[in-house]
Structure formats: structure tokens, C-alpha cells
């Protein structure tokens, strides 16, 4: 139990303070003329060392504590309590919400994708509009998907709702590429990067619970990817809304930074917490390695 809660604490501090120090590098960490990062600004670059520290802190602590166990899935996915279910539950409904006004404001992010040569405005090709519309279908699938495997978690996991969880991946693939593809041409590697690694990290964390499907035992990966994914997410987000309170702009965060980046942070936002309800269960059950019992010494003989 006290490891349990120290990883949740850890997860969420690391989170806050990612937030702020997001917030702070969209607020003064780039030039406002040409829009480049501003050389050695300090929270940008203690937000770099805050990720890969907890990353490696993370997979630390959670093989230290729970390395070398094996035990199903279905023990740490299943029989969830009404909170927890209901909180599942709300989260899943929140991203099918999110998806669903995605897919409403279609056009205003493929007029966000054009581009202006002279006086003609040249829109997406018809494949990068079919690719955001199945992006946010998908969206829409995830989390229909999750909102019935959390509807589900009063009796055992089965293979059935277990496919619920392959949903996700799909959707994390096909919006990795699209993510790329919008800012591939971007110098500023830090206005996305973020985004790339949360998605992998959702992706990984679903990849993990689906691992029943193939017979695997739970692995640390799970705490890992999930406290990652976690922590990623209430950065990306956290910083838009550090910047909504801080900035002294007239236009919001759904205008300065665009439709589709605004809507990906909320959903991301909502997997994330999705993914933290599921792992402060999975570490409140998951059983520790046993204490290694030292060898009991022979007692020596007294001299008389």
C-alpha cells in the first residue's frame, strides 16, 4: 500500500509541475517575431530533464517493486468498484463527446491544413481528409470501446471485452502519423514533440493491458507506460491551460492554438486520466515480491 501510494503521488506531482513548466515555455519560450525557441530558457529545458528523469525513475521504482511477478491480467482489469467503474465510465463517454464535436468541426481543421499561395487557397488532399475524419471515428470507437469495458468490469475480463483495448492502438497509430504529418515541416520540435510521446505512451499502455489476449502474465511495463502516459498528458494539457490563465492574448486557447489541437489535448487528457483510475487499482492489488528471508547463521560453539 505505501508503494501504491507513492508511485500515484509521484505520477501526479510530476504531472503539476510539467504543466507549469509547459505552460511557461508556450508563454515565454519563443520569440514572438519568427516564433523560434528562446536560447537556454530554463523551464524548457527542466521540463526535458523532469521527463526523462521520471521516465527512468518510473521504470526503476516499478520493476524494483513489482519485477519478477506473474499474475493475470484478469486480476488487476476486472471486479473494478462503482467508482472506479463510474469514473471509467464518464471518462469513455467524455472522449466519444470530444470525438464526436471533432468530427463537427472537420472543416475548420481542414482549413487549418491549407495553405495560401498568392490568392489561392489551397486546400488538403482528399487523402488527408479522409485520414482526419477516420482519425476522429476512431476517437469516437475508443471511446465507446472503454465506456463498455468499464460497463463490463463487474465480472471477469474475457476476450471479447478484452478487444476493447486493441481499439485504442489503431486510434494512436493512425493519429501519430497525422500529428507528424501536420508538423513535419515545423523547425520547432518542442510544439509537438510532446504530443508524439504522449500518444506513444497511451499506445504502449493499452498494448499492455491487451497482453491477456496472448496469454502473457502483467508485466511492470504497464505502471510504466500508464504512469508515463499519466504524466504526459496532464503536461500537454495542463500547459494550454497554464497558458489560457497566464496568457494576455484576446484570442483562446481553440483559436491560438487550433481546432485540432485543442480537441487532441482533451482527449488525450481523458485517456490519461482514464489510464490512472485503471493503474491506482492495478498497483493497490498488484502483489509485491516476496521479502527474501536471510539464512539463518549456525550458532557457534562456546569455548569453555
Same mark, same amino acid.
Given at each position: 500500500?505505501?508503494?501504491?501510494?507513492?508511485?500515484?503521488?509521484?505520477?501526479?506531482?510530476?504531472?503539476?509541475?510539467?504543466?507549469?513548466?509547459?505552460?511557461?515555455?508556450?508563454l515565454?519560450?519563443?520569440?514572438?517575431?519568427?516564433?523560434?525557441?528562446?536560447?537556454?530558457?530554463?523551464?524548457?529545458?527542466?521540463?526535458?530533464?523532469?521527463?526523462?528523469?521520471?521516465?527512468?525513475?518510473?521504470?526503476?521504482?516499478?520493476?524494483?517493486?513489482?519485477?519478477?511477478?506473474?499474475?493475470?491480467?484478469?486480476?488487476?482489469?476486472?471486479?473494478?468498484?462503482?467508482?472506479?467503474?463510474?469514473?471509467?465510465?464518464?471518462?469513455?463517454?467524455?472522449?466519444?463527446?470530444?470525438?464526436?464535436?471533432?468530427?463537427?468541426y472537420?472543416?475548420?481543421?481542414?482549413?487549418?491544413?491549407?495553405?495560401?499561395?498568392?490568392?489561392?487557397?489551397? !486546400?488538403? /488532399?482528399?487523402?488527408?481528409? =479522409?485520414? @482526419?475524419? +477516420?482519425?476522429?471515428?476512431? *476517437?469516437? $470507437?475508443?471511446? %465507446?470501446?472503454?465506456?463498455?469495458?468499464?460497463?463490463?468490469?463487474?465480472? !471477469?475480463v /474475457?476476450?471479447?471485452?478484452? =478487444?476493447? @483495448?486493441? +481499439?485504442?492502438?489503431?486510434? *494512436?497509430? $493512425?493519429d501519430? %502519423?497525422?500529428?507528424?504529418?501536420?508538423?513535419?515541416?515545423?523547425?520547432?520540435?518542442?510544439?509537438?514533440?510532446?504530443?508524439?510521446?504522449?500518444?506513444?505512451?497511451?499506445?504502449?499502455?493499452?498494448?499492455?493491458?491487451?497482453?491477456?489476449?496472448?496469454?502473457?502474465?502483467?508485466?511492470?511495463?504497464?505502471?510504466?507506460?500508464?504512469?508515463?502516459?499519466?504524466?504526459?498528458?496532464?503536461?500537454?494539457?495542463?500547459?494550454?491551460?497554464?497558458?489560457?490563465?497566464?496568457?494576455?492574448?484576446?484570442?483562446?486557447?481553440?483559436?491560438?492554438?487550433?481546432?485540432?489541437?485543442?480537441?487532441?489535448?482533451?482527449?488525450?487528457?481523458?485517456?490519461?486520466?482514464?489510464?490512472l483510475?485503471?493503474?491506482?487499482?492495478?498497483?493497490r492489488?498488484?502483489?509485491?515480491?516476496?521479502?527474501?528471508?536471510?539464512?539463518?547463521?549456525?550458532?557457534?560453539?562456546?569455548?569453555?
Open positions: 500500500m505505501k508503494q501504491h501510494k507513492s508511485y500515484l503521488f509521484l505520477v501526479l506531482i510530476a504531472g503539476v509541475c510539467g504543466a507549469v513548466l509547459r505552460g511557461m515555455s508556450l515565454y519560450g519563443y520569440e514572438g517575431e519568427s516564433g523560434l525557441p528562446v536560447a537556454g530558457y530554463v523551464p524548457a529545458t527542466a521540463l526535458l530533464v523532469l521527463t526523462v528523469g521520471f521516465v527512468i525513475v518510473s521504470a526503476v521504482l516499478c520493476r524494483t517493486w513489482y519485477g519478477g511477478q506473474e499474475y493475470a491480467y484478469e486480476q488487476l482489469f476486472s471486479h473494478c468498484s462503482g467508482v472506479s467503474r463510474a469514473l471509467c465510465m464518464l471518462f469513455g463517454i467524455g472522449m466519444a463527446v470530444v470525438s464526436v464535436l471533432g468530427l463537427v472537420l472543416p475548420a481543421q481542414l482549413l487549418e491544413e491549407s495553405t495560401i499561395m498568392g490568392d489561392q487557397l489551397i !486546400a488538403p /488532399s482528399m487523402v488527408i481528409v =479522409c485520414a @482526419t475524419g +477516420i482519425t476522429w471515428a476512431l *476517437g469516437l $470507437l475508443t471511446g %465507446i470501446g472503454l465506456l463498455l469495458l468499464a460497463a463490463g468490469n463487474n465480472k !471477469a /474475457s476476450k471479447k471485452t478484452g =478487444c476493447y @483495448t486493441i +481499439i485504442p492502438m489503431f486510434w *494512436g497509430c $493512425l501519430l %502519423i497525422m500529428v507528424y504529418h501536420d508538423n513535419s515541416a515545423n523547425p520547432v520540435l518542442s510544439d509537438y514533440t510532446y504530443q508524439l510521446v504522449l500518444i506513444v505512451a497511451v499506445m504502449l499502455a493499452f498494448y499492455s493491458m491487451s497482453g491477456f489476449l496472448f496469454s502473457t502474465g502483467c508485466a511492470p511495463r504497464f505502471f510504466v507506460s500508464a504512469g508515463a502516459a499519466v504524466y504526459l498528458a496532464l503536461t500537454n494539457a495542463g500547459g494550454l491551460l497554464v497558458w489560457e490563465l497566464r496568457a494576455n492574448s484576446d484570442l483562446g486557447i481553440l483559436r491560438y492554438f487550433g481546432v485540432s489541437t485543442t480537441f487532441r489535448a482533451g482527449m488525450y487528457l481523458l485517456a490519461g486520466v482514464y489510464l483510475v485503471l493503474l491506482a487499482r492495478a498497483l492489488i498488484a502483489p509485491l515480491p516476496p521479502k527474501q528471508e536471510q539464512p539463518e547463521q549456525p550458532e557457534q560453539p562456546q569455548e569453555a
